[in-house]
């Protein structure tokens, strides 16, 4: 508490000091007790989650990646001109990238997400 009586941490506080513990430490068990318990999450939902989240991260770093391939090809296209070799790559990465995208929402509203 500062010198002025109000809550305010002061100006030249260098350490952190923890605030004292309250009186009626009883109170405060009794109202710890009344909240919920959580709930456990048993291994298999943990390795169904880690699943998920590792498919899904790869999804991202797939459609990531064929996005970055999309501008490369365009910048190439831009400077080298018109090729077939440059559409025909533009068209299977767009293609790619739309599956990626597919893949991130529906899995995300199967699992209701």
Do not use: W, Y
């Not at 007790?33 to 999450?41: C, G, T, V, Y």
């Amino acid at each position: 508490m500062a010198e002025d009586g109000t809550n305010r941490i002061p100006d030249d506080a260098d350490e952190d000091i923890p605030m004292p513990l309250s009186e009626s430490t009883d109170a405060n068990a009794a109202a710890n007790e009344s909240l919920p318990a959580r709930e456990k999450i048993d291994t298999e939902q943990q390795h169904k989650f880690s699943v998920e989240n590792f498919k899904n991260n790869v999804a991202s770093q797939f459609l990531n990646v064929c996005l970055l391939g999309l501008l490369i090809l365009a910048i190439l296209d831009f400077f080298k001109g018109n090729g077939d070799a440059l559409s025909n790559g533009v068209e299977a990465l767009k293609t790619l990238a739309m599956v990626a995208v597919g893949f991130l929402f529906g899995s995300s509203a199967r699992s209701g997400s």
